[in-house]
T-cell receptor, first 112, second 114 residues
Framework: GAGVSQTPSNKVTEKGKYVELRCDPI?????LYWYRQSLGQGPEFLIY????????DSGLPNDRFFAVRPEGSVSTLKIQRTERGDSAVYLCASSTPGGEQFFGPGTRLTVL | AQSVTQLGSHVSVSEGALVLLRCNYS??????LFWYVQYPNQGLQLLLK??????LVKGINGFEAEFKKSETSFHLTKPSAHMSDAAEYFCAVSVFGSARQLTFGSGTQLTVLP
């Protein structure tokens, strides 16, 4: 079946702009995760959804970052007033409760 | 809080040689431990996981890892490297089980020499 998909695959924006990154999880997966992977580093946890609600958003770096999952499926990560330090690959993963996390290919965000 | 340290950001081995990638963890409670592989422009793929059952865990593609509580280690091994094993490998820990957030190490880039 289809895996986790993320769009766009690449996003280039200017400092100060607003961006949205989309994640389509595997059908039937109720848990969804966002991670950020900076160059030369491992992924860092941002936020975890169980269904429509954010069960743990402790990894969001500041209030410029926000994520939603209004219908318990697709999720959007929103970044306001982007900064150069936001440049990274943003990874999405989904799972069944207690199950293995399946990762998407990521969105590479570049802030100029 | 939990953390993971991967010793060696780059490891090179000859084709057919033993692969050993090191991972040490820190956790205040019994951990769940994972190894993921990342090929260029692809998502992370789970190689194997330790969830408090057998301490020697076998995964895909001939990889295995041994949980050693006394050493707080979870090193990844493969007896004979293939060219196709060249990729980046990440060790990760979770204290809630795989349904919660993973804390990753910084990764080890494996190069396989012909």
């Amino acid at each position: 079946g289809a895996g986790v998909s993320q769009t766009p695959s690449n996003k280039v924006t200017e400092k100060g702009k607003y961006v949205e990154l989309r994640c389509d999880p595997i059908s039937g997966h109720t848990a969804l995760y966002w991670y950020r992977q900076s160059l030369g580093q491992g992924p860092e946890f941002l936020i975890y959804f169980q269904g429509t609600g954010a069960a743990d958003d402790s990894g969001l770096p500041n209030d410029r970052f926000f994520a939603v999952r209004p219908e318990g499926s697709v999720s959007t990560l929103k970044i306001q007033r982007t900064e150069r330090g936001d440049s990274a690959v943003y990874l999405c993963a989904s799972s069944t409760p207690g199950g293995e996390q399946f990762f998407g290919p990521g969105t590479r965000l570049t802030v100029l | 809080a939990q953390s993971v340290t991967q010793l060696g950001s780059h490891v090179s081995v000859s084709e057919g040689a033993l692969v050993l990638l090191r991972c040490n963890y820190s956790s205040s409670v019994p951990p769940y431990l994972f190894w993921y592989v990342q090929y260029p422009n692809q998502g992370l793929q789970l190689l194997l996981k330790y969830t408090s059952a057998a301490t020697l865990v076998k995964g895909i593609n001939g990889f295995e890892a041994e949980f050693k509580k006394s050493e707080t280690s979870f090193h990844l091994t493969k007896p004979s490297a293939h060219m196709s094993d060249a990729a980046e490998y990440f060790c990760a820990v979770s204290v809630f089980g795989s349904a919660r957030q993973l804390t990753f190490g910084s990764g080890t880039q494996l190069t396989v020499l012909p």
